[in-house]
């Protein structure tokens, strides 16, 4: 076993201190707490960032456009916005997105598009409501009736359409 290894995870760190550090995660230890409102951390470096807050010190400042941050990650992300970079592609549809957050985001409505399959045709869907409203299309339910001449229509969308022939007429 490596010198600063830790028994819990099994992961080693070249000095003893981060050791102790890491080590806090497992315990749930939280020595650095902050004076203004008693909020408690497990690395003194995240108090230091959180005192930020109740300081208003914003020591990382954007050379484009001037804005600051209280955090250098939040700076870099910021400065992808200027330019124009977008290193995180969807392997499913190739659209690309400056920040990890956006493609998560991004790639979980892929997946819940596949979620609700309709059986017969194949066509699936986010959510069960949608799910069912397509089961009406299948079933020739048409819940839309206009009240100007009573033709119904199968989507709401579609309805409003047509109501729009209604105004050209008048």
């Given at each position: 076993?490596?010198?600063?290894?830790?028994?819990e995870c099994g992961k080693s760190f070249r000095y003893r201190?981060?050791?102790?550090?890491?080590?806090?995660?497992?315990?749930?230890?939280?020595?650095?707490?902050?004076?203004?409102?008693?909020?408690?951390?497990?690395r003194h470096s995240n108090l230091i960032t959180h005192r930020?807050?109740?300081?208003?010190?914003?020591?990382?400042?954007?050379?484009?456009?001037?804005?600051?941050?209280r955090v250098r990650s939040t700076l870099l992300r910021h400065?992808?916005?200027?330019?124009?970079?977008?290193?995180?592609?969807?392997?499913?549809?190739?659209?690309?997105?400056?920040?990890?957050?956006?493609?998560?985001?991004?790639?979980?409505?892929?997946?819940?598009?596949?979620?609700?399959?309709?059986?017969?045709?194949?066509?699936?869907?986010?959510?069960?409501?949608?799910?069912?409203?397509?089961?009406?299309?299948?079933?020739?339910?048409?819940?839309?009736?206009?009240?100007?001449?009573?033709?119904?229509?199968?989507?709401?969308?579609?309805?409003?359409?047509?109501?729009?022939?209604?105004?050209?007429?008048?």
């Amino acid at each position: 076993e490596a010198p600063n290894t830790c028994r819990e995870c099994g992961k080693s760190f070249r000095y003893r201190s981060a050791l102790v550090s890491h080590q806090r995660i497992h315990t749930g230890e939280r020595p650095f707490r902050c004076q203004d409102c008693g909020r408690r951390f497990n690395r003194h470096s995240n108090l230091i960032t959180h005192r930020r807050i109740h300081t208003g010190d914003m020591p990382y400042k954007c050379p484009d456009c001037g804005k600051s941050y209280r955090v250098r990650s939040t700076l870099l992300r910021h400065q992808k916005t200027h330019t124009g970079e977008r290193p995180y592609r969807c392997e499913e549809c190739g659209k690309t997105f400056r920040h990890s957050s956006q493609l998560a985001r991004h790639q979980r409505r892929h997946a819940l598009k596949h979620k609700h399959p309709y059986p017969t045709c194949g066509k699936s869907f986010s959510n069960h409501p949608r799910l069912a409203k397509h089961r009406g299309v299948h079933a020739g339910e048409k819940d839309y009736p206009c009240p100007d001449c009573g033709r119904s229509f199968n989507h709401r969308s579609n309805l409003l359409v047509h109501q729009r022939s209604h105004l050209k007429q008048k």
